[in-house]
C-alpha cells in the first residue's frame, strides 16, 4: 500500500485533494467575512440623517450638505430598487 501511496498519480490526488480542501476553506471564509461587513454597512437613509445632524450642528457647510444629499438620494433610489427586486 505504501508503494502505492509513493507512485506519481497517487501524489497527484493526494495534493489535489489537499489543494481542494484549502480553497473550500479559503472560500468558506471570505463569505463569512463578507457577511460580516455588509452588516456593519449603513443605509444611505442612516448616512443622510448622520450629515443631517452634522449640518444642524455647523460641522459641514449648506453646499457640502446638498452635495452629500444628493448622491446619497441616488443610493437611496438604487437601495429601493434593490429590496422591490428582493421581495
Known sequence: MREFLLTSHAQAVIWSTV??????????????????????????????????????QGDIEDSEFRDIKSVLGTQ????????????
Do not use: C, P, S, W
Open 76 to 87: 437611496m433610489t438604487q437601495e429601493l430598487k434593490d429590496t422591490d427586486q428582493q421581495g
Open 19 to 56: 489543494l481542494l480542501i484549502v480553497i473550500v476553506i479559503a472560500v468558506y471564509i471570505v463569505e463569512r467575512l463578507r457577511d460580516r461587513m455588509d452588516d456593519d454597512r449603513l443605509e444611505a437613509n442612516e448616512l443622510l440623517t448622520n450629515f443631517r445632524e452634522l449640518h444642524l
